[in-house]
């Protein structure tokens, strides 16, 4: 029992639960006896720990209100108060705010999962732990920071703009790769964090783990100073010291992949995302964020710089660019003195026929390579040994039976395993329809590649680097590991291979098959295949130098040797690229030029799904918003559920924002048994 409490103060606090919701909560606070406990007054930004339904849940105090409209009886009283942690800032709440309200979901719903789950349970010593730890927290203090390497004048220009004033500027830094954008980022970064004794840097990567380069650069450069990391794949504990070491201000770094982009950072100066266009800054569930976007907005919203950088940037930021709202730093050089961009040639699949998925030519050059001690990279986007195992007999193929897809091979473990649903089984015996023992593996993945270069290269040592290969925990380091210590004379990957690394004895890059992607029904898709190749051709020969006589090469199969993509790839001209897509997506009146969001529809059977997007289109009709047909997902059914979508596209940004949020008014109003979501700025469609 608590004893007597006299003179009972009670505050109410409007708080931000992750519900879908979209509300917020009040609950009391009894505010204790000052003559018995020490004053515990919550502010807004602080987190507290409260009732709801019969689970204690975590939440943010978004307001001290005067009064609720929820009736005393039925008023609910906060279990706890953290009130170890100071609270979050406004800007904060704002920026959590504003994704809410652009993405359409309830602010709880932004902000609390982006805290450690250690900061949320009631019972938890944890928080405690982890502040203590903080305090220990050293740095190298008496260690020497690596020289700074002398920038060529086009760097030396970039760092200037970028740290020229104190104000929002948004920044595209577009640059081959080798040209040196990382030694931008990291001068720029400590002019900005020797401005002041607190400043904080943010630095986005697509994906940590492949970058532990760029993470060692960092150290080396700053021994001095605190780096916190955040991305995904940490263990909890390690999470929640990272994150607090960024919220109270420890850490003048921060590090990490799209989610450290909604970190808690007091006095943030900088921000940077590297490899701006890759398609990880963007959430593909839940709340459908793009951490490029938001990277631009908090910067303004801060009024402090945001540099974007890429060698192949999104239309989106490249079209920003043109029409000057950012501005463009250019790196047209390498910058190892005399490196050379390597040499791109096409080799035509219908006059040089392939053996084994490999033409004649790509044998020989990889002989070539062998001859001579240096790698080669082969890089094909699809894993597993097949994609498909068919029956010549009666036509059966290894067809998902809960998906539109195909199930694929996999020798190694003897399964077809369905890369969608997760669907598993072992390789059939003989045909399940006609008996036929004889079935067939059609096509090729990392696997059956890896199985023919050990064949045709029996000398050399075969490396595959893919999803599969690279499960358990430290697999994908250790792989890049024996990449770097030229251990590996030929290494086969899927896009895992293209990200971050320099190879320094990488000089021969072949795609084997990069056709199908020229055709696909994402409009999308060609962007992202310029961008993938030529990041992988940029893997090659960040060391050659002119004067060895023997520039790198990347060789392209294709049975399409005259498609603009390619040639634009041989000239390594992304500008031209650039200018001709955009104009084509100018005249289809598609992005940049055009805003779109997206309804999904999920249903046990399509014609719900359709049904129900057909009564949301006439739902609602605003000028200048256009309603396309609903039409069923390119892969329709996944794991048993059949899928389609509703794209509304306007010229106007805040037209399309008005029209979805009343939509989204009526839409939860409409009885129906489908699952549903709106995506704004959709990527994939
Ligand atoms: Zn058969
Ligand atoms: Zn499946």
């Known amino acids: 029992m608590l004893g007597f409490i006299k003179s009972v103060e009670q505050i109410i606090l409007r708080v931000a639960l992750d519900t879908p919701l979209d509300t917020t909560f009040d609950y009391a606070w009894i505010v204790p006896d000052p003559d018995q406990h020490p004053i515990l007054r919550p502010s807004i930004g602080q987190l507290v720990i409260v009732p709801f339904g019969r689970q204690e849940v975590a939440g943010i105090v978004l307001a001290i209100a005067e009064k609720t409209d929820v009736p005393p009886n039925k008023l609910r009283t906060v279990l706890a108060l953290r009130s170890e942690l100071s609270p979050v800032s406004p800007q904060w709440l704002a920026l959590c705010q504003f994704a809410a309200e652009y993405y359409q979901r309830p602010i709880g719903e932004v902000a609390l999962p982006s805290l450690p789950k250690n900061l949320k349970a009631l019972k938890d010593v944890s928080l405690r732990r982890g502040l203590n730890k903080l305090e220990k927290l050293s740095t190298a203090q008496d260690s020497v920071p690596a020289e700074e390497p002398r920038l060529n004048p086009e760097q030396q220009t970039a760092v200037n703009a970028i740290t020229a004033k104190n104000d929002f500027a948004p920044f595209l830094l577009f640059g081959v790769t080798g040209s040196g954008k990382t030694e931008v980022f990291l001068q720029a970064s400590a002019k900005i964090l020797a401005q002041s004794d607190d400043a904080q840097v943010l630095i986005l990567v697509p994906e940590i783990n492949l970058t532990p380069q760029f993470e060692a650069h960092i150290r080396a450069r700053f021994p001095g100073l605190i780096l916190a990391t955040l991305h995904s794949g940490m263990a909890e504990g390690e999470r929640l010291l990272h994150w607090l070491s960024a919220h109270t201000g420890r850490a003048r770094i921060v590090l990490g992949t799209r989610l450290a982009m909604l970190a808690s950072l007091p006095h943030l100066r900088l921000i940077i995302v590297d490899e701006e266009h890759d398609p990880s800054y ?58 050379v961009l390597p040499v791109v040639k096409l080799i035509n699949l219908e006059r040089e026929k392939p053996s084994e998925g490999l033409t004649p030519r790509l044998i ?57 649903c997760g669907l598993e089984q072992r390789i059939p015996r003989h045909c399940p329809t006609c008996g036929n023992i004889d079935l067939q593996p059609l096509g090729r993945g990392t696997q059956r590649m890896e199985e023919s270069l050990g064949a045709i290269f029996p000398e050399a040592k075969v490396l595959r680097i893919d999803a599969d290969s690279t499960r358990l925990k430290g697999s994908a380091a250790a792989a890049f590991d024996r990449v770097h210590s030229g251990e590996v004379d030929i290494l086969i990957g899927t896009q895992m291979v293209a990200k971050g690394h320099d190879f320094k004895h990488l000089t021969l890059v072949a795609a084997l098959n990069p056709d199908a992607a020229l055709f696909s029904q994402d409009y999308r898709a060609s962007e992202r295949l310029f961008a993938q190749l030529m990041q992988v051709a940029g893997r090659a020969g960040r060391a050659a130098k002119k004067t060895d006589g023997n520039p790198s090469e990347v ?10 993509l390619y040639h634009a790839l041989m000239a390594h001209d992304y ?61 329709t059914r996944v794991a048993n559920v059949d899928r389609a979508q509703l794209l509304v596209e306007s010229v106007s940004r805040p037209a399309l924002q008005a029209f979805v949020k009343e939509w989204i008014t009526i839409l939860r109003a409409m009885k129906s048994r489908v699952r549903w979501s709106v995506e704004i700025d959709p990527v994939d469609i």
Not at 558 to 563: A, I, Q, S
């Open 282 to 339: 963007k959430q593909q569930e839940g709340l459908r964020y793009s951490a490029r976007d938001l990277a631009v907005w908090r910067a303004r919203q801060l009024a402090i710089p945001v540099v974007l950088g890429s060698a192949t940037p999104s239309l989106e930021s490249w079209q920003s660019a043109r029409s000057g709202k950012y501005h463009l730093l250019e790196l047209h050089e390498r910058a190892v003195p005399d490196a």
């Open 364 to 420: 020989d050059s990889i002989r070539l390579r062998l001859e001579k001690g240096e790698q080669s990279l082969l890089f094909l986007n699809r894993r597993g040994y097949a994609p498909v195992l068919a029956c010549d007999a009666c036509g059966w193929i290894s067809n998902c039976t809960r998906c539109t897809a195909h199930m694929v091979m996999h020798k190694g473990d003897h399964r077809l395993r369905c890369h969608h």
């Open 555 to 564: 060789l392209i199969q294709t049975r399409y040797p005259d498609h603009p």
């Open 575 to 635: 500008p031209s690229f650039a200018a001709d897509l955009l104009e084509e997506r100018q005249q289809a009146h598609m992005p940049p030029f055009m805003y779109q969001a997206l309804l999904r529809a999920e249903a046990k059977e399509l014609s719900i799904a359709i049904d129900f997007l057909k009564q949301a289109a006439s739902s609602l009709h605003h000028v200048g918003i256009t309603i396309n047909d609903p039409i069923p997902m390119t892969m």
